[in-house]
């Protein structure tokens, strides 16, 4: 099967600056997660949908960070106005059911 | 609130030789654990997983964990490492069913890097 695809792979911008990241998870999987991985550190979950509904974004940094998945397959995550912080890998992952987490390449963000 | 520990951020090694990464967690309620690994520049790959039953399981690349619930443990062997293991293992642990999936959602350890040596 197709894996968890991600667009762009590298990004960069400077802060202030908006940017977008793209997910197209494995056909059939409901459930959507974007984790967000700073250097050093393990990936800390940002927002998980399950079809196009957001079950948990309570770690979601809403005055800067927004996602959505209007059809319940694609997802798109944003983040308006950037800061130096911001730079890491952002990852997408999907699931089913009957499959654990299938995580994409990520997309590496640069603020400078 | 769950939480994850990794006892060890670097591990070195020689090739051919015996590698244990050490993980603890913490629970209130039973949890599913997992092994990721995570080559540069790439997402992560699931190793292995402990849903239920024996508490030795078996993954990919010959690595196998062992669950010990009253020392809340899940760590990782392999009884001969190669060159091509050199990467970053995550420890992780999700709460059952949640959200309505099985799996839920994952809370990672901070990571060990494992180099293994020729």
């Known amino acids: 099967e197709a894996g968890v695809a991600q667009s762009p792979r590298y990004k960069i911008i400077e802060k202030r600056q908006s940017v977008a990241f793209w997910c197209n998870p494995i056909s059939g999987h409901a459930t959507l997660y974007w984790y967000q991985q700073i250097l050093g550190q393990g990936p800390k979950l940002l927002i998980q949908?399950?079809?196009?509904?957001?079950?948990?974004d309570s770690q979601l940094p809403k005055d800067r960070f927004s996602a959505e998945r209007l059809k319940g397959v694609d997802s798109t995550l944003k983040i308006q106005p950037a800061k130096l912080e911001d730079s890491a890998v952002y990852l997408c992952a999907s699931a089913s059911l009957n499959s654990p987490l299938h995580f994409g390449n990520g997309t590496r963000l640069t603020v400078t | 609130a769950q939480s994850v520990t990794q006892l060890d951020s670097q591990v070195p090694v020689f090739e051919e030789a015996p590698v244990e990464l050490r993980c603890n967690y913490s629970s209130s309620v039973s949890v599913y654990l997992f092994w990721y690994v995570q080559y540069p520049n790439q997402g992560l790959q699931l190793l292995l997983k402990y849903l239920s039953g024996s508490t030795l399981v078996k993954g990919i690349n010959g690595f196998e964990a062992e669950f010990n619930k009253s020392q809340t443990s899940f760590h990782l062997r392999k009884p001969s490492v190669h060159i091509s293991d050199t990467a970053e293992y995550f420890c992780?642990?999700?709460?059952?069913?949640?959200?309505?999936?099985?799996?839920?959602?994952?809370?990672f350890g901070q990571g060990t890097i494992l180099t293994v040596h020729p």
């Open positions: 992780a642990v999700s709460d059952l069913g949640a959200g309505g999936t099985s799996y839920g959602k994952l809370t």
């Open positions: 949908f399950q079809n196009n509904g957001v079950v948990d």
